[in-house]
């Protein structure tokens, strides 16, 4: 059994970089690969408990193809969930490859796991925005942290329990501190209770409603939130 080289201290400097600036991606990957411990190997055992785990493991599909085609994502129909797929990431102006870039620079020790732990490593972070859609987090800091929250009941990271403890302490400071804190909640609640992610069938799931969706995988429809963008803590810290 392999796991990920466990480096706290690497991964501390991480987090009070993404502390400072929630907008540098690649700390978030430096954090994951610093702390995971054995999670790519939990998820893989789990993966073959499953009939669907098991074909995703014997397939091993690039689904980053698949997002990055954004002409055949726009003709899906509407209130589907390539769809909102494709609404958040234009929204957000993001992509997987870009998702998969910043990896690249913040996680240097992944490129050398061993199948299947490499292809479960970037399964899961490919699709970390199509989960975005399934939840209707948005890309801003309580999204994300909410989203991460979720990541964290299905998961049980601790490099994520790491990040979402970043999420709580930034949106501390917020007005709507106890809303966010509530929704950041929300979101562990709402993980626990859905389908569990890693093994879903994501690319069969593309054209249907958003809404049939969420009720195949169990999964709450959202709370409404104040989105918290990254530019209104830095203005705040400023003002501080």
Do not use: C
């Amino acid at each position: 059994m392999m796991h990920l080289q466990f480096d706290p201290r690497r991964a501390f400097r991480a987090a009070r970089i993404l502390a400072k600036n929630p907008d540098d991606l690649p700390q978030v990957f430096t954090i994951i690969e610093s702390l995971s411990l054995d999670t790519l190997e939990r998820a893989a055992s789990r993966l073959r408990r499953s009939e669907t785990g098991r074909a995703l493991l014997a397939k091993k599909p690039d689904i980053v193809d698949v997002l990055a085609d954004r002409a055949a994502l726009a003709r899906l129909p509407d209130g589907s969930l390539g769809r909102a797929y494709l609404d958040f990431v234009e929204r957000e102006n993001i992509s997987a490859q870009g998702i998969r870039d910043a990896a690249a620079k913040g996680a240097t020790l992944t490129k050398a796991l061993p199948a299947p732990l490499d292809w479960v490593n970037a399964r899961m972070r490919d699709t970390h925005d199509l989960w975005h859609a399934a939840t209707g987090y948005h890309g801003d800091v309580l999204g994300e942290t909410a989203l991460l929250a979720f990541s964290l009941a299905q998961t049980k990271n601790p490099a994520i329990g790491l990040i979402v403890g970043i999420g709580l302490l930034l949106t501390s400071g917020s007005p709507d501190a106890q809303r966010a804190r509530a929704t950041i909640l929300d979101g562990f609640r709402r993980g626990r209770k859905a389908a569990w992610f890693p093994a879903v069938d994501w690319e069969s799931l593309l054209a249907l409603p958003v809404e049939e969706v969420r009720r195949r995988l169990n999964l709450e429809a959202p709370r409404d939130y104040r989105p918290i963008r990254s530019a209104e803590l830095k203005a705040q810290r400023a003002a501080a």
